[in-house]
């Protein structure tokens, strides 16, 4: 959150943080975010997870309007990245996967007609993740805890996405040499660092491109959702000039 409100300072956006205290019901949560929807001047609304026992987060996902979604979690926003509508005005993209897309374009890895392999399957990277990926014309396969032999379906891949949570999930003889490898892990190693799901040290050997941790997907999460808040103003900007 600290990065979030510095970058939007940097940006030129003003951002308003409000910490509540953890014992706050779900109906009061629900009652802020119903104001911060109707007040015109937010464009932006997001919700930091994971949030205490006593609130549903998936109530609290859909309680965000669609308009003001620029996290990009809302059920309508995936309907309509599912559908093919996202760049038709219907939601927004979840920054995280939105980010690696940038990140890829910016490295020059091919997309299109590239085998990716996504390991993970949550609802904010996973399996967005993969629909942008087949969206830029990718043959996509999803790996996850259930998958038999992971080294085998990674060392097929041109593009690798590693989204688990787990330190050393991929390492270096799963990787075909040249492969484009993201890590959007965040973990803490045995001696308390800061470490992605990719054995960094020595997949950057085999990798054409890899991504690292720290300083690799997260800033550019925080880009996308900036994006996605001016997006948002813009769209805003539209429908009231439309309606005058």
Same mark, same amino acid.
């Given at each position: ?105 910016? +490295?020059? @890895? ?9 390991? #993970? $399957?949550?609802? /904010? %990277?996973?399996?967005? *993740? ?21 080294? +085998?379906? @990674? ?9 688990? #949570? $787990?330190?050393? /999930? %991929?390492?270096?003889? *799963? ?70």
């Amino acid at each position: 959150m600290r990065n979030k409100v510095r970058a939007c300072e940097e940006a030129g956006l003003h951002s308003v943080l409000e910490r509540h205290d953890a014992s706050l019901s779900q109906p009061e949560l629900l009652a802020r975010i119903d104001a911060l929807n109707a007040d015109p001047a937010v464009h932006g609304i997001l919700v930091q997870m994971p949030l205490p026992p006593q609130i549903d987060p998936a109530r609290v996902i859909e309680a965000v309007a669609l308009s003001k979604d620029v996290d990009g979690f809302h059920l309508s926003s995936a309907g309509a990245l599912v559908s093919g509508r996202i760049d038709g005005g219907v939601g927004f993209r979840p920054c995280t996967p939105y980010g690696v897309l940038h990140m890829l374009d910016d +490295a020059a @890895v091919p997309i299109r007609g590239s085998r990716a392999v996504v390991i #993970g $399957r949550s609802n /904010t %990277v996973g399996k967005p *993740m993969a629909l942008m990926l087949l969206a830029r014309d990718a043959t996509v396969t999803i790996a996850h805890s259930a998958t038999p032999d992971l080294a +085998a379906i @990674v060392r097929e891949a041109d593009i690798v996405v590693s989204a688990v #949570g $787990r330190a050393a /999930t %991929v390492t270096a003889d *799963m990787i075909k040499p040249g492969a484009a490898v993201v890590d959007v892990g965040i973990n803490r190693d045995a001696i308390g660092r800061l470490v992605g799901d990719v054995d960094f040290d020595r997949v950057r050997d085999v990798a054409g491109w890899i991504s690292p941790v720290p300083g690799g997907v997260g800033p550019m999460t925080i880009t996308m959702l900036l994006d996605n808040t001016v997006l948002s103003a813009e769209r805003t900007s539209t429908r009231e000039g439309s309606s005058r």
